[in-house]
């Protein structure tokens, strides 16, 4: 092998490899997934980890989209199925599905949510004048869901509220006494 070949692989001060994708950052960057063949992405700065997929330990009684907790390194994470979650697609678990770990800064704290999607694919550069809003049509997910929409190429690559995604925690105390009514 070549020298010089070795030293480009050599991340420089800034630049960061994560699961065998290479990035940069500086600016805005956002990780692309796969969902049901359609694309979407959430802001890289708060992707703490990428998983392969496990089975997780199973909550019960707990929403369908809760898939159940991790132990990772010490901290329970909630692991929600996002294709479950909005309606998108059968929850078939392959060889490229993963767990994207996110930590979302709160008021009080941060959480630690991990999310199931298809695949990952790629990281997305995005000016803000490239991020556009997006049209209320009643699309399988929410509104609130949704910070906008980015053209890449002939793609339109959905990005996420990193915020409204915390709303999802599957142990609010409002999940928790729905359950506990509908048991009891």
């Not at 960057?29 to 992405?41: D, P």
């Not at 199925?81 to 770990?101: H, N, P, Q, S």
Request: charged residues 20%; aromatic residues 6%.
């Amino acid at each position: 092998m070549d020298i010089q070949e070795l030293v480009s692989d050599i991340p420089v001060e800034g630049e960061y490899s994560l699961e065998g994708i290479d990035f940069i950052t500086s600016g805005e960057q956002y990780l692309t997934f796969t969902l049901a063949k359609e694309q979407y992405a959430v802001d890289i700065l708060c992707v703490e980890e990428i998983r392969s997929w496990e089975k997780p330990t199973i909550i019960p009684n707990s929403p369908s989209h809760v898939c159940g907790v991790i132990n990772m390194r010490g901290v329970i994470v909630p692991i929600i199925d996002l294709r479950l979650k909005f309606t998108i697609g059968e929850a078939v678990y392959t060889e490229t599905t993963v767990v994207i770990v996110l930590s979302i800064e709160g008021n009080e704290r941060s959480k630690t949510i991990g999310f199931v999607v298809d695949a990952v694919s790629d990281v997305l550069n995005a000016e803000d004048t490239d991020i556009k809003n997006a049209p209320a049509f009643g699309g399988c997910v929410p509104q609130h869901f949704i910070a906008g929409l980015v053209n890449v190429g002939d793609n339109v690559v959905t990005l996420l509220n990193v915020e409204a995604l915390k709303q999802l925690e599957p142990h609010s105390s409002k999940v928790r006494g729905e359950q506990w009514i509908k048991n009891t």
